[in-house]
């Protein structure tokens, strides 16, 4: 089993930056890639980032050139720095974990204001 905690939600105003932690315990060995989703009011959730154990990352089109994800194997940490974010970032935001099946974090909200 892994576990996963989040942090560094919060408010921002549009042009500012906000940077993610996940860190996950438990099984690590068995995680194959992690990343983060992100579900808005109203909308699906949508694939956000995520980094594989080799660390290729794949980015959803909206966020290419601000967003960045990356990992501390040391920490057993997945950071997302968000750069640039814009009213429509505004959503809660999963870290997910891929091993034996899919791991999610609780959840942590992002606000961006205009």
């Known amino acids: 089993h892994v576990q996963l905690v989040e942090s560094g939600g919060g408010l921002v105003q549009a042009g500012g930056s906000l940077r993610l932690s996940c860190a996950a315990s438990?099984?690590?060995?068995?995680?194959?890639?992690m990343g983060w989703y992100r579900q808005a009011p109203g909308m699906q959730r949508e694939l956000v980032a995520r980094?594989?154990?080799?660390?290729?990352?794949m980015y959803a089109d909206s966020v290419k050139g601000r967003f960045t994800i990356s990992r501390d194997n040391a920490k057993n940490t997945v950071y997302l720095q968000m750069n640039s974010l814009k009213p429509e970032d505004t959503a809660v935001h999963y870290c997910?974990?891929?091993?034996?099946?899919?791991?999610w974090g609780q959840g942590t909200q992002v606000t961006v204001s205009s």
């Open positions: 997910f974990a891929l091993g034996y099946r899919n791991y």
């Open positions: 438990g099984s690590i060995s068995s995680i194959n890639a």
């Open positions: 980094i594989s154990r080799s660390g290729s990352t």
